[in-house]
């Protein structure tokens, strides 16, 4: 498995601020996700982050809203923009390291006043 | 449709019962099957992959997947009080679809 570790772990920001979250993984991976997990929901899928290419996002999210970086094989970063009270929620990577399995960093929990 | 459908729960077990958690699955063409393991305030963990029809066994979990009926279920036996958390299910398709989760409560 990987070792992944994001930055911050915890937030607290005022509306209509940004925030930029970082993924780091302790080897070079082919795919890494972003998540967002409400409280007591399962995760949704934000999008994909591709090295050297834009991000693909999911439905109902666009890439104004939630710009993403992929500068290399082990670092991402995910931007929430003009943030609302909605966005407050925990926000995860994760990486496809061996096959299909995917593991997960240790979350990132945002809360917008 | 959902993709992955769970049952919410929650479920309670005595300590030490054995504790079975079901999921189903829409896609036909699914090929790899997880389950995930998340404590409150947690990021979820990975506990149990499967591939194949049958079973998969590792340690106290057991896996049990059967494709003709579209179904994966996760067997802990001798459940502990540190089992309890929410279990997640995923499967790959088109893309990672999870499951909402059955949050598990093994009682002392």
């Known amino acids: 498995s990987a070792v992944i570790s994001q930055k911050p772990s915890r937030d607290i920001c005022q509306r209509g601020t940004s925030l930029t979250i970082q993924c780091q993984v302790d080897?070079?991976?082919?795919?890494m996700f972003w998540y967002r997990q409400q409280p007591g929901q399962s995760l949704t899928l934000i999008a994909t982050?591709?090295?050297?290419?834009?991000?693909?996002?999911e439905s109902g999210f666009v890439i104004d809203k939630f710009p993403i970086s992929r500068p290399n094989l082990t670092f991402s970063t995910l931007t929430v923009s003009n943030m609302s009270p909605e966005d407050s929620s925990i926000y995860l990577c994760?990486?496809?390291?061996?096959?299909?399995?995917?593991?997960f960093g240790p979350g990132t929990r945002l809360t917008v006043t | 449709q959902k993709e992955v459908e769970q049952n919410s729960g929650p479920l309670s077990v005595p300590e030490g019962a054995i504790a079975s958690l079901n999921c189903t699955y829409s896609?036909?063409?699914?090929?790899?099957f997880f389950w995930y393991r998340q404590y409150s305030g947690k990021s979820p963990e990975l506990i149990m992959s499967?591939?194949?029809?049958g079973d998969k066994e590792d340690g106290r979990f057991t896996a049990q997947l059967n494709k003709a009926s579209q179904y994966v279920s996760l067997l802990i036996r001798d459940s502990q009080p540190s089992d309890s958390a929410t279990y997640l299910c995923?499967?790959?398709?088109?893309?990672?679809?999870f499951g909402t989760g059955t949050s598990l409560t093994v009682i002392p």
């Open positions: 994760s990486v496809d390291a061996q096959g299909s399995e995917q593991y």
């Open positions: 080897s070079q991976v082919t795919m």
């Open positions: 982050a591709n090295q050297g290419s834009e991000a693909t996002y």
């Open positions: 896609d036909r063409v699914s090929q790899s």
């Open positions: 499967i591939y194949s029809n």
């Open positions: 995923a499967v790959t398709g088109n893309q990672f679809y």
